[in-house]
């Protein structure tokens, strides 16, 4: 290990907008806008919101501020601010994947980025500035982590990982020098926290970690600005990041092609609001319905082939057959596969049919197994599709990728109604126009005036 944490320190404090490749900044917009679209929504739909805003109430930590929440009418303290956008943007599994670092880049990134850059008055060109360092930074940890391994240790890399990039957003838009955004990712490394066990009864618990690694490292990055000692080598140290959340670190992940290569242009988005790791399959079905003309009554056994981390979070049958809760329905292979197949389509309102008996009929017929041919891939999110048909007629698909990746990055037009259909219910009629300013956030003299739009 190599100074891993000084490396990326330095390199958020030396970049600089126009340093930034054009084709970088148009994918972090639209990558802002689609995360924007989830939050939105989810300040209005998501179940575990209302118990978040009792909290803060009760903690007394509701008070007024000039930070936005979108989809709120009300303005908030910059942290809360973090923690609930954090929160809300990751509440419908909706949101963008980082497939070589299995995490969710955003969700920890924007909301400490706008948080902030509304505090000092930033512009729109720092606050993308902030953003792309940020995704930088988690998706290299996440990467150098090894997300197999930290997985199988039972962590959530968007909530550890990610307090680290959202450290760094902060940390770029209060001009934070090299020392101290390296204080600050020292006590990103004491806050770095997310376990997987919500996975066990569809807690709540992994909306609320990505949101609190959004607060954490605004706190962080504050403690910083204010001359707070951090530790040093928090990254790559005897008891760092690496040595303590993963059995099969690469510490070199964590600065290669730094400055060159930008992880940015590889993350990808979802067309479902679901795991990552249940997409590939759901294209599959989708497709495979489509052109064989099938129904559920045709369909005796489907079996569905998934990498190991597609198992851990999806996959167990006795857990995930029949889930009761959204959060289960988001993580379970068998719910979303018997949806896809049986409507030939999946979108965020269908998890009202969570309990219906028709799907949970036919998720009956759906075994998830480990396929070795997933294995040992770039990517990890691929899966293999076999439907046997009650005449005895197999049909089988493997998809590598799942649809949404920067290979197969949805138009401009797609985005645009992605991000409409989740945010016209609740912004009413300003939906175009907050869509609008954050794809031109670059011209925003303050970023505060395209924010104010989302609420």
């Keep these: 290990m190599a100074d ?60 007024a501020g000039e930070a936005t929440v979108f989809g709120d009418s009300r303005t908030w303290t910059p942290a809360i601010a973090a923690l609930l956008n954090g929160a809300l943007g990751h509440s419908l599994d909706f949101d963008d994947t980082h497939a070589d670092s299995s995490l969710h880049p955003s969700a920890p990134v924007v909301p400490a980025a706008f948080a902030v850059g509304e505090m000092v008055g930033a512009s729109g060109k720092q606050v993308l500035t902030a953003i792309v360092a940020g995704y930088e930074v988690c998706c290299r940890l996440g ?35 090299q ?86 242009m590889k993350i990808g988005v979802k067309p479902y609001p679901s795991c990552r790791y249940t997409h590939a399959a759901l294209d599959a079905l989708i497709a495979m319905r489509r052109e064989h003309n099938l129904t559920p009554d045709q369909v005796k056994r489907v079996e569905i082939g998934l990498h190991r981390n597609g198992i851990t979070l999806t996959g167990d049958a006795a857990t995930k057959r029949h889930p009761s809760s959204i959060v289960g329905g988001q993580f379970s292979m ?40 997933l294995e040992g891939k770039r990517h990890p999110f691929g899966a293999r599709v076999s439907i046997t048909t009650t005449d005895d007629s197999l049909h089988e698909r493997i998809y590598a990728d799942p649809s949404g990746e920067p290979s197969s990055f949805p138009d401009a037009q797609a985005m645009a ?7 016209r219910p609740v912004l009413n ?16 003299d303050r970023v505060a005036t395209a924010t104010a739009l989302g609420r």
């Design 179 to 264: 020392a101290q955004l390296i204080s600050a990712f020292g006590v990103s490394g004491s806050q770095a926290a997310g376990s997987l066990q919500f996975l066990v009864n569809g807690a709540w618990n992994k909306r609320y970690q990505v949101g609190a690694s959004a607060m954490n490292g605004v706190i962080a990055a504050t403690l910083a600005r204010n001359d707070f000692l951090g530790a040093t080598e928090s990254v790559e140290g005897k008891h760092g990041l690496l040595v303590g959340y993963s059995d099969n670190a690469h510490p070199e992940m964590a600065v290669a092609g730094l400055g060159s290569v930008y992880e940015t």
């Design 4 to 63: 891993e944490t000084a490396t990326l320190a330095a390199y958020v404090v030396n970049l600089k907008f126009d340093d930034i490749p054009q084709e970088v900044l148009e994918r972090a917009k639209v990558l802002t806008l689609d995360y924007l679209g989830s939050t939105i929504r989810a300040r209005r739909d998501s179940e575990s919101t209302p118990a978040l805003l009792k909290m803060l109430e009760a903690l007394s930590l509701d008070g």
């Design 429 to 444: 009629g300003g939906a175009e126009k907050f869509a609008d300013a954050i794809l031109s956030l670059e011209r925003f």
């Design 417 to 423: 109604q992605k991000f409409l259909q989740l945010a």
């Design 143 to 177: 990467n150098a982590l090894d997300p197999t391994s930290h997985y199988a240790r039972g962590f959530h890399p968007t909530a550890t990982a990610g307090t680290f990039g959202a450290a760094a957003a902060a940390g770029k838009l209060f001009g934070l020098s």
């Design 334 to 373: 068998f719910f979303t596969g018997a949806l896809a197949l049986e409507q030939g389509s999946f979108g965020w309102d269908d998890y009202a049919k969570l309990g219906d008996s028709a799907i949970n009929t036919l998720a009956d017929r759906f075994d998830v197994v480990q396929d070795e041919r």
